[in-house]
């Protein structure tokens, strides 16, 4: 699974993303449940969310980490996320780019967005910033 799910990533040819970046979060754990990929009729939702992050790297020149992205519904549920979470149809990643306020980051997401590259998500947190593509705005 993890070789279809890495030639996929591969196959999107991102400019400033290797696929380890990506996948490295379907093997992580919380109160005892690990992840997982996701399974292989949601890889292409995560299409847009990449490739606006791809853009915002160019943009800003500096690194994007990942600290969120898929999740399986146990996991989910063991992280405390949303019911109805993007995370969970791997439409969402949370992230933090270096040398960048989260308030900047969420700022920089929203002209983004307000220019037409995608419809989604943004939330501001503490420590990062989520971003989703599920086709409407939200905004938290």
Not at 16 to 29: C, G, K, L, R
Request: glycine content about 8%; some cysteine.
């Amino acid at each position: 699974m993890r070789e279809r799910y890495t030639a996929f990533l591969k196959g999107l040819r991102l400019r400033h993303f290797s696929p380890n970046e990506i996948t490295w979060y379907a093997f992580q754990v919380r109160k005892g449940v690990k992840n997982s990929l996701p399974p292989e009729e949601l890889f292409p939702n995560i299409i847009p969310t990449l490739w606006v992050l791809d853009q915002l790297r160019e943009q800003y020149g500096k690194p994007v980490r990942i600290t969120s992205c898929y999740r399986s519904e146990p996991y989910n549920v063991a992280v405390g996320g949303a019911r109805w979470s993007q995370h969970k149809v791997n439409r969402a990643c949370d992230i933090q780019v270096s040398g960048m306020s989260p308030t900047r980051v969420f700022n920089a997401l929203k002209k983004m967005r307000d220019g037409g590259s995608f419809r989604g998500g943004i939330g501001k947190y503490k420590t990062f910033v989520h971003i989703d593509t599920r086709g409407n705005n939200a905004t938290w």
